[in-house]
């Protein structure tokens, strides 16, 4: 893994908030993405109308390969076992919903409206997040 | 044309910056949670810098928009109660985060980047979504949306 340059890595960070800030003053709603796949798959109500929703999910892999054409192919290096991607995808796809949003949701919007439910979801998966990773190199990997 | 311009539009900047950030590796997102390893800061500045253009979206339209440019009026969530579904959703959402390396936004913006398991885990992730959406559709009607 390529160490990234702090430069590269608050560029991005703002072309994210600048992406949430324009949905937000553009459509009047919460770039989530949790949500808006839902949405596009027809998975319970949400803010977001389908076609927009489906246009949004359209769009993230296409500014992703523009990135990869243009600027730097990012490396997706995963280490996980078929058991483990389907077990945690089933855990992110039922604990976002349940939970009504993610790292976008309440992370970059929610936290800065400074919601209560945002930052206490915020502050929950990364604490989860960490101990799950804790758990996976250094108690069963250690 | 309202609704598919702002969305494609948008969608297209956050892919980007997903890609351009390296939110979209998963080792990258480990290795920030890894706080007991090489702790690796890189999403700190990542999130830090996504919050910056997000905020002055809410001050602006805070104290100068009635209605978003193509739409008829702000739906942003309003309630502030920590409830249970909220913190055990966020949990359970967490030990997947961390057990691969993937959340939603990468998982679909990551689709086209050559790692076979990013569609395996997209794939579990609708299935997962389709279980609660099974279960609430069951039981009583999904909260408000929140993102």
């Known amino acids: ?142 | 044309m309202r609704n598919l311009f702002p969305g494609l539009f948008t969608g297209i900047v956050f892919g980007a910056g997903l890609a351009l950030s390296d939110l979209v590796n998963p080792a990258r997102v480990q290795a920030f949670l890894d706080i007991a390893g090489a702790w690796d800061p890189t999403l700190m500045f990542v999130m830090g810098a996504a919050l910056v253009p997000s905020a002055i979206a809410y001050l602006i339209l805070r104290r100068r928009m009635m209605r978003p440019l193509f739409g008829d009026r702000f739906a942003i969530p309003e309630s502030r109660v920590l409830d249970r579904p909220l913190l055990v959703g966020a949990a359970m959402f967490g030990v997947g985060w961390g057990l691969v390396g993937l959340c939603p936004g990468p998982a679909v913006a990551g689709l086209v980047l050559g790692a076979w398991q990013t569609w395996l885990f997209a794939g579990a992730m609708l299935a997962g979504m389709g279980l609660h959406h099974l279960f609430t559709s069951i039981r009583a009607p999904a909260p408000a949306y929140e993102g």
């Open chain 1, 1 to 142: 893994m390529d160490l990234m340059t702090p430069f590269l890595a608050i560029s991005g960070g703002l072309l994210i908030g600048t992406a949430a800030a324009l949905f937000l003053l553009l459509s009047g709603r919460v770039a989530g993405v949790s949500g808006m796949i839902a949405a596009a798959a027809r998975m319970g109500p949400s803010g977001t109308p389908r076609s927009q929703a489906t246009a949004f999910l359209v769009g993230l892999p296409i500014g992703a390969a523009s990135i990869a054409l243009l600027v730097r192919t990012p490396e997706v290096i995963v280490t996980s076992s078929v058991p483990l991607l389907i077990g945690a995808g089933l855990l992110v796809g039922f604990g976002t919903r349940l939970g009504n949003g993610c790292t976008s949701g309440h992370g970059v919007c929610g936290m800065a409206r400074l919601s209560p439910r945002s930052l206490a979801a915020t502050a929950t998966f990364m604490a989860s997040g960490a101990a799950a990773v804790f758990i996976l190199r250094h108690v069963i990997g250690g």
